[in-house]
């Protein structure tokens, strides 16, 4: 019998389900202000990325995130949304929505669902200041559910300058369980594990947050950059923020009509992660 792959829709979440089995590997949805991808499921059914945290209710699940998009003299910032986090916090001033447009263009495939979402980045007056294209490709594999996230950004409506920021670009909330505060490990590639100082602010080809589950053994989520050539620079912290953010370093610029493409592969894993399986997803 064939895998074959259907999405059920809840409250505007679009679940990728397995027909002959019911294993759901995640979903896509939007609210008022941004699109993301959440839940996320390994194939025995946990978790390991969160829909957003108390003290950061816009890191959520897997996410694209750039704050502040400058295009001529307008700026905004596309990194924080609502709700506010108190009266002065500054990561709210001139906050902009991306307003994902109703129509997704769904595409079943044997091993999942892709998805491509519409979204203009709009500013704190409504007026657009870029495109995007996000690209969301759900599938299973024997051992794993992958998520790859391509963000297509495009000048639409003049140059678009991106600043040097920490807050961006394409990344995940990690499930509390897989992080140091649980005894969570942070591994990296040469074999590097630890806390996130094994690879915060560094280049690898992979980073991932494992841990065991009390009475189901180990699982966790790997991460590997898409853009070819490119390890980093990851930005990770403890608490569960997990970038890839080109922006950490320098600036990005692009002329009009033309885009900044960025993409993540994220994996939610059972079981121990060995160096056959780094390879072999990287490869994917």
Known sequence: MKNIFEVKVNAKTHLVVQNNTGRCLGGIGANFYRPFVFPFYTPAGHTVVQEFAFDHPF??????????VQVGEREAG??????????????????????TQKNIDITPHESGVQFVQNVIWRDENEEPLIDEMRTVNLYALDDATVCDMTSEKIASYGTVTYPQTKFGSIGIRVEPRLLPLMGGIVLGDNDRKG???????????????????????????????LNEGVRGPWFIRDYGMALYNPTWTGPISTPVDETWKISLRVIAYDRELTSARTEKWCRL
């Open 59 to 68: 890191h959520n699940g897997v996410f694209v995130g750039q704050g502040p």
């Open 78 to 99: 596309f990194w924080a949304s609502p709700p506010r986090r108190s009266f002065t916090d500054k990561v709210f001033e001139k906050l902009g929505r991306m307003d």
């Open 195 to 225: 806390g996130v100082e094994v690879v915060h602010e560094g280049e690898s080809d992979y980073v991932a947050y494992q841990n065991t589950l009390t009475g189901h053994g180990r699982f966790g989520v790997f991460m590997s950059i």
